[in-house]
């Protein structure tokens, strides 16, 4: 039998993927079953669970290559663009993404492989990010870089939810101005430590 090229591999891996993550969007993480992911793969389970070792696993790289994707969307364009990305994607497909959350509460060894990945190779570069736009002046740093990457991540956790509840977020640009004024370094010129008077206060 002849060998399949190391490029021939990559190209059938991504097109594992692609319809798989057709086959989840429409069907959901439980309802995507073995032989439907089959019928919209258009290869045999023992062809498809040659690249990957079951159906978690395929789930799992794809529920981990939208992180990456938008991970790298903050890292090269802001987490501007990176709210606006997630307000667009699919309904269909986040209603699944989602299913990772009741996985990760309800299963501990999903858990422990999901959080591994995520922090070993996401979190890292995304918090030192964060910390140099601190530093730039661009980000408020009265706060550790980890809390105001954490706070835009759950802005951007809670614009999921609600889009794969069926609601559109309608106001784009409204809810990017509030997590930018949330976020934005502060522009009182008062020096720290000094306090600020208020209208009660004598001058």
Request: aromatic fraction near 6%; charge should be neutral.
């Amino acid at each position: 039998m002849p060998k399949i090229s190391d490029e021939r591999k990559a190209e059938r891996r991504e097109q594992i993927l692609a319809s798989a993550r057709r086959c989840f969007a429409e069907h959901g993480y439980e309802g995507a079953t073995v032989v439907r992911l089959e019928k919209a793969i258009g290869l045999s389970r023992g062809a498809i669970f040659n690249y990957f070792g079951s159906k978690e696993d395929l789930f799992l790289e794809l529920a981990f290559r939208d992180n990456a994707r938008l991970v790298q969307l903050w890292l090269e364009k802001g987490w501007e663009a990176t709210l606006r990305e997630i307000a667009t994607e699919e309904p269909a497909w986040l209603g699944v993404y989602l299913e990772i959350g009741r996985k990760i509460r309800t299963d501990p060894n999903f858990r422990r492989r999901h959080e591994a990945r995520a922090q070993d190779e996401l979190a890292p570069p995304l918090v030192a990010h964060v910390r140099a736009a601190q530093e730039r002046g661009e980000l408020r740093n009265d706060q550790p870089a980890e809390r105001v990457a954490g706070f835009i991540s759950l802005v951007a956790n809670g614009v999921s939810v609600q889009i794969a509840l069926g609601e559109p977020i309608r106001e784009v640009d409204a809810l990017v101005e509030f997590v930018r004024a949330a976020v934005a370094p502060p522009t009182d010129p008062t020096p720290s430590g000094t306090p600020r008077r208020t209208r009660l206060e004598p001058a």
